[in-house]
């Protein structure tokens, strides 16, 4: 389990990026993370992955401080940033090279995710792949090393359509209940049907900790010819989108850009 | 307790140096070869005098080559888009910083030893055309590169170890933000003055050659302690910010 103990940080004194955020990532979930660019959402993945030392609080992984990055604690972790850069050398040397610090690293399911990104195991110059590829490449390994803890910063950005539908299938299968995966990202439609928590951003730094299943017995998602009663109300094409307090036992799945409105405006806490 | 595994130590350094702008070892050997030779060449066709004096200014330039260019070379390639990358990586701070050192280390020490065997390739053949029977005696050894001159292979693989603790100069880039870059030029600039302040005395006929000497080799201990221990410190402090 992630520990966050009201972690605040700012790259500026007196400007806080994230402010007093406490709350706990737990195993066998996955949590989206969202916010308006520049909110913080890779600060945040930078935290707990120990690249940045919060101004105050602490990150704690097992009863072990992230910041301090021990060996058994970068063991557990991996974080996969938005950007990044492959050598000019072969698939099989880097993994090769990488693979022997992850104790816990799967070829079956290196193979099984590049095999199903149709990214070839026999690629011969990693500098030479497009973004996307690289990005399949990279999450391929991201989930073939097993860590604990899976940050993923905004990993369907360069995506074609059809590969983020794989996306979303490879990290259902190759997430178990012992894993914790965080996804940053922009585009909420990428991400329903697959996360079971939410964190946003607020504007002032704040973070908005829910979990969908609770939001979803707590409101209900749906379009009304009027936005009277609602929580929280949006024009649209025939009436309002809202969010109304449940007050029947119908189920109906979270809308997740609603929410993040909401949540930005203050609306729901 | 903290323990330091010298194969994940290893391990990481493999990693580095395969990531580092020579990818490929064949290409890095083969681009070394051609400078080691143009080394040779250039005094050789250039220089004049005796071929001892040619061979001491090839000397100079490798000098120059493998304890400064090199190491500031792999330093900036390693802080900036090899080493900082790879922060993540699963090893000990003691471990990366082990394996940074020897990455910068290893190619100046191997290109060293290529250029004694190269190098001292290039002068015999030189000595056979340019000199005269009588002078030209393969068998004395007046043709190595350093080896010449006794134990100088090994104080230059030495000074090779000692200039790669330059790396260490190149980690306070890594504070990206947190650092002050005239603060680190003064910084810079300290070390410089300190270094040379007793050979700058000699000159100024403060203080005797072998004064000098020594002065310069406690100097040079110390500073490489400081080195190694402020550069642990950054590393340990470093964010990615």
Do not use: W
């Given at each position: 389990m992630l520990e966050i103990g009201n972690v605040s940080f700012g790259?500026?004194?007196?400007?806080?990026?994230?402010?007093?955020l406490s709350c706990r990532l737990q195993e066998g979930r996955i949590y989206g993370l969202l916010g308006m660019n520049g909110a913080g959402k890779t600060t945040l993945l930078k935290l707990l992955s120990g690249l940045l030392f919060p101004d105050s609080g602490s990150i704690i992984l097992d009863g072990k401080d992230?910041?301090?990055?021990s060996v058994e604690t970068l063991q557990k972790i991996f974080y996969m940033p938005s950007e990044f850069r492959f050598p000019g050398i072969s698939l099989e040397k880097l993994i090769g090279l990488q693979s022997v610090?992850?104790?816990?690293?799967s070829l079956e399911i290196l193979m099984d995710c590049l095999e199903s990104s149709g990214i070839?195991?026999?690629?011969?110059?990693?500098?030479?792949?497009s973004g996307g590829q690289k990005k399949k490449v990279m999450l391929a390994f991201a989930l073939s090393v097993r860590t604990n803890i899976l940050l993923m910063d905004?990993?369907?950005?360069?995506?074609?359509i059809p590969s983020r539908d794989i996306f979303r299938k490879l990290l259902v299968k190759h997430t178990d209940e012992s894993r914790t995966v965080v996804i940053s990202g922009h585009r909420t439609q990428d991400m329903e049907n697959l996360l079971t928590d939410v964190l946003i951003f607020r504007k002032d730094g704040t973070v908005f900790a829910g979990c969908l299943e609770e939001l979803s017995g707590r409101y209900s998602f749906g379009v009304d010819r009027t936005g009277a009663g609602a929580v929280y109300a949006e024009p649209c094409p025939g009436g309002f989108r809202v969010i109304r307090e449940?007050?029947?036992?119908e189920d109906t799945d979270v809308d997740l850009e609603m929410l993040f409105n909401a949540v930005r405006k203050g609306v729901i806490r | 307790m903290k323990t330091f595994s010298f194969r994940r130590m290893w391990r990481f350094c493999r990693l580095l140096l395969e990531q580092m702008?020579?990818?490929s070892f064949g290409k890095a050997a083969a681009v070394m070869l051609a400078v080691i030779v143009f080394c040779c060449l250039l005094p050789l066709l250039a220089v004049d005098g005796a071929i001892q004096e040619k061979m001491s200014v090839t000397e100079e330039l490798i000098k120059v080559l493998v304890m400064f260019i090199l190491p500031v070379t792999y330093g900036l390639a390693m802080s900036g888009g090899v080493l900082v990358p790879n922060?993540?990586?699963?090893?000990?701070r003691g471990e990366k910083f082990a394996a940074a050192y020897l990455a910068a280390a290893i190619p100046g020490a191997a290109v060293a030893v290529m250029a004694v065997i190269i190098g001292s390739g290039v002068y015999w053949f030189g000595g056979l055309l340019m000199t005269t029977d009588s002078a030209?005696?393969?068998?004395?050894?007046?043709?190595?590169?350093?080896?010449r001159n006794g134990a100088a292979l090994w104080r230059t693989l030495l000074e090779v170890c000692i200039s790669s603790t330059v790396i260490a100069m190149i980690l306070?880039?890594?504070?990206?933000?947190?650092?002050r870059k005239p603060g680190f030029w003064f910084g810079v600039l300290v070390y410089l003055l300190v270094l040379f302040a007793p050979a700058s005395m000699m000159m100024a006929g403060v203080l005797s050659r072998s004064a000098a000497q020594v002065s310069t080799a406690v100097i040079s201990c110390l500073l490489l302690a400081v080195n190694v221990w402020y550069s642990c410190f950054l590393m340990k402090r470093y964010e990615l910010r």
């Open positions: 790259y500026e004194k007196n400007v806080p990026v994230v402010r007093n992230v910041s301090k990055r610090f992850y104790p816990y690293f070839g195991s026999e690629v011969k110059d990693l500098g030479k792949l905004e990993p369907l950005d360069g995506m074609d449940k007050e029947t036992s | 702008c020579f990818c922060l993540m990586i699963p090893a000990g030209h005696d393969p068998g004395t050894g007046q043709y190595l590169l350093f080896v306070p880039v890594l504070r990206n933000n947190g650092y």
